[in-house]
């Protein structure tokens, strides 16, 4: 049994396909393939059902790739272990971030973050919430960078900044002419968020009391705050925006944005590792790139903000 043989074992689960496994290890197939039944024959058992499609693991493969996984990552670890004794910013780096930050956030400090370490393959992935803690226990993120105090307990995290949370209105609706905006405003009418399991979304709708949002609930399926956007420019609803958005908006798209009454609701965005981490070297490298690309007046919580 080989490390190797771990790893296409673990392609085969992820793509539940002998052929896209194999390109994804730059292996042929039959490479691959024989590999793979070279290790079944070793252990007496079948890991995979290849009379169905798509391929998919038997029981016994289900607990064996589990425990694969487990082997990778302990032996990912002796490596990290020793790029963290020589301060090395190299190998793999795997990064979740949430959908509603990314956009904002990335072009901010990635490009440059990349250029001064050329030999660091960063990997970054949008995940909602839920799916960053598994696969941080997983072992398939390395980092993310999410906005809620995670529920699993063997995950630390340690604030980055304070992000406020703004209306945009379109110029039809009746709170367009104020000058801020107040929970009482908010109703499920013509109201644009993300569906459920999003955190942004969960956020608000708690803050704002809002009580039709079932209603108009095939109004928010559409996926991207930035769609939702473009319905409030056409001249539809109210959704809500993140503060580092802001900057991106030219200056028609800013006589759209309303600040909320005080106290304005904001999110702790925060950098989130398992607790067997090793590389803190490159963590920290990270967490400063992030916070220098961040405007000072973020970094503190305001005494006219609102935790949500």
Same mark, same amino acid.
């Given at each position: 049994?080989? /490390?190797?043989?771990?790893?296409?074992? /673990?392609?085969?689960?992820?793509?539940?396909?002998?052929?896209?496994?194999?390109?994804?290890?730059?292996?042929?197939?039959?490479? /691959?393939?024989?590999?793979?039944?070279?290790?079944?024959?070793?252990?007496? %058992?079948?890991?995979?059902?290849?009379? %169905?499609?798509?391929?998919?693991?038997? #029981?016994?493969?289900?607990?064996?790739?589990?425990? =694969?996984?487990?082997?990778?990552?302990?032996?990912?670890?002796?490596?990290?272990?020793?790029?963290?004794? @020589?301060?090395?910013?190299?190998?793999?780096?795997?990064?979740?971030?949430?959908?509603?930050? =990314?956009?904002?956030?990335?072009?901010?400090?990635?490009?440059?973050? /990349?250029?001064?370490?050329?030999?660091?393959?960063?990997?970054?992935?949008?995940?909602?919430?839920?799916?960053?803690?598994?696969?941080?226990?997983?072992?398939?993120?390395?980092?993310?960078?999410?906005?809620?105090?995670?529920?699993? @307990?063997?995950?630390?995290?340690?604030?980055?900044?304070?992000?406020?949370?703004?209306?945009?209105?379109?110029?039809?609706?009746?709170?367009?002419?104020?000058?801020?905006?107040? $929970?009482?405003?908010?109703?499920? @009418?013509?109201?644009?968020?993300?569906?459920?399991?999003?955190?942004?979304?969960? *956020?608000?709708?708690?803050?704002?009391?809002?009580?039709?949002?079932?209603?108009?609930?095939?109004?928010?399926? +559409?996926?991207? !705050?930035?769609?939702?956007?473009?319905?409030?420019?056409?001249?539809?609803?109210?959704?809500?925006?993140?503060?580092?958005?802001? #900057?991106?908006?030219? $200056?028609?798209? *800013?006589?759209?944005?309303?600040?909320? =009454? %005080?106290?304005?609701? =904001?999110?702790?965005?925060?950098?989130?590792?398992?607790?067997?981490?090793?590389?803190?070297?490159?963590?920290?490298?990270?967490?400063?790139?992030?916070?220098? #690309?961040?405007?000072?007046? !973020?970094?503190? +919580?305001?005494?006219?903000?609102?935790?949500?």
């Amino acid at each position: 049994m080989t /490390l190797q043989q771990l790893e296409y074992i /673990l392609a085969v689960n992820q793509h539940r396909h002998f052929g896209r496994a194999a390109e994804h290890c730059h292996v042929t197939q039959p490479t /691959l393939s024989a590999m793979i039944q070279k290790l079944e024959e070793e252990l007496g %058992v079948k890991l995979f059902d290849r009379n %169905v499609q798509p391929v998919c693991p038997t #029981s016994i493969g289900e607990r064996i790739i589990d425990q =694969a996984r487990q082997v990778l990552n302990q032996s990912a670890h002796i490596r990290e272990i020793v790029d963290e004794e @020589k301060g090395a910013m190299i190998g793999t780096f795997r990064l979740g971030i949430l959908p509603t930050i =990314a956009p904002y956030l990335l072009p901010r400090f990635y490009p440059h973050f /990349l250029e001064l370490y050329p030999k660091l393959d960063v990997q970054v992935s949008e995940m909602k919430s839920a799916d960053i803690e598994l696969a941080l226990e997983k072992g398939d993120l390395d980092a993310a960078i999410i906005a809620t105090q995670p529920e699993n @307990k063997q995950l630390i995290a340690e604030p980055l900044f304070y992000e406020e949370f703004y209306g945009y209105v379109s110029t039809l609706e009746p709170v367009f002419k104020e000058k801020v905006i107040r $929970t009482s405003d908010i109703t499920g @009418k013509h109201l644009w968020l993300l569906d459920e399991g999003h955190c942004f979304r969960d *956020q608000l709708v708690k803050f704002c009391h809002i009580k039709g949002v079932q209603d108009s609930r095939k109004a928010y399926r +559409l996926g991207s !705050m930035e769609t939702f956007m473009r319905m409030v420019e056409s001249g539809r609803g109210v959704t809500i925006i993140p503060e580092l958005s802001l #900057s991106q908006l030219n $200056t028609c798209q *800013q006589e759209l944005v309303r600040p909320f =009454a %005080v106290p304005r609701p =904001a999110r702790e965005v925060r950098l989130v590792i398992p607790a067997d981490f090793v590389r803190h070297t490159l963590l920290g490298h990270l967490k400063r790139e992030i916070i220098s #690309s961040i405007p000072n007046e !973020m970094m503190q +919580l305001k005494n006219t903000q609102y935790l949500v």
